[in-house]
């Protein structure tokens, strides 16, 4: 797909990845629509891409409320017209080991709503979205491309099931959607990240930065361009449809 002029909605688009998403997309004559919970970061990420002459506007949204979802892409065919891609980018993180035990006995355990949250936001709100976004495809008539963001944590990762549960489901939702949706000129594909290097990884102490680093056979972390090289390669690969991208740097070779 040529993106010149053409609509892109970004779920957290505000920063990190989604950040790094909007720019090598903007800079390709993409339309975009940032979609983040965070005004405050919209409104800078919109400024900083305005600053680099890459047209964008911000829509506040909560991908796991299904009313946020309907009217913030209500607002971006209103503002923008219809979507011709989505990148479903939005996600958080609620680590903690299914349980933990000493000397036999269970101290602490996965919460139920720390279970939900991390579901809600990024599973549920990747087929909210990508519901609204294929609606919009299907009734302009053109064609489109839905980019799902797993992980390299969907093969399983310790202190992780729920995020880890909700990347494998992002895959399927991948695959489904290929297949359902070829038929309208829509392709769906998926990028799984591995350990990148963002805000949640410049936090770390060095010595746990060594050891993550050490078992990637690049012997780095790699870079939200990375990740955006990978997102923008999908929507100009016009044969490419229900498969994943890994980015890991061979960590899972």
């Known amino acids: 797909m040529q993106l010149d002029n053409r609509v892109i909605a970004i779920t957290g688009g505000a920063r990190g990845l989604g950040f790094a998403m909007a720019v090598r997309l903007g800079r390709q004559g993409a339309r975009l629509a940032l979609l983040d919970v965070d005004r405050e970061a919209l409104d ?38 219809p979507v011709s891609g989505l990148v479903n980018n939005a996600g958080i993180l609620r680590d903690a080991l299914l349980v933990k035990a000493r000397d036999g006995k269970v101290e602490k355990r996965m919460s139920l709503s720390h279970w939900q949250q991390v579901i809600d936001v990024n599973l549920t709100g990747v087929f909210l979205c990508g519901r609204e976004a294929a609606t919009q495809m299907i009734e302009a008539g053109h064609q489109g491309v839905i980019v799902n963001i797993s992980s390299i944590s969907r093969a399983g990762n310790m202190g992780q099931s729920n995020y880890a549960a909700a990347k494998a489901a992002v895959v399927s939702l991948t695959t489904t959607w290929a297949k359902e949706l070829a038929r309208y000129g829509i392709r769906a594909g998926a990028v799984a990240p591995g350990f990148i290097e963002t805000d949640m990884t410049a936090s770390m102490r060095q010595d746990m930065l060594d050891k993550l680093t050490a078992g990637v056979p690049l012997k780095r972390l790699g870079q939200p361009e990375d990740i955006a090289e990978s997102v923008a390669f999908i929507f100009a690969n016009d044969y490419f449809t229900g498969r994943v991208i890994e980015c890991d740097g061979g960590l899972r070779l």
């Open 44 to 81: 800078e990420a919109v400024t900083r891409l305005h600053q680099a002459d890459i047209e964008a506007r911000a829509f506040v949204v909560d991908v796991a409320d299904e009313a946020s979802v309907q009217q913030a892409f209500a607002d971006v065919a209103e503002t923008l017209g």
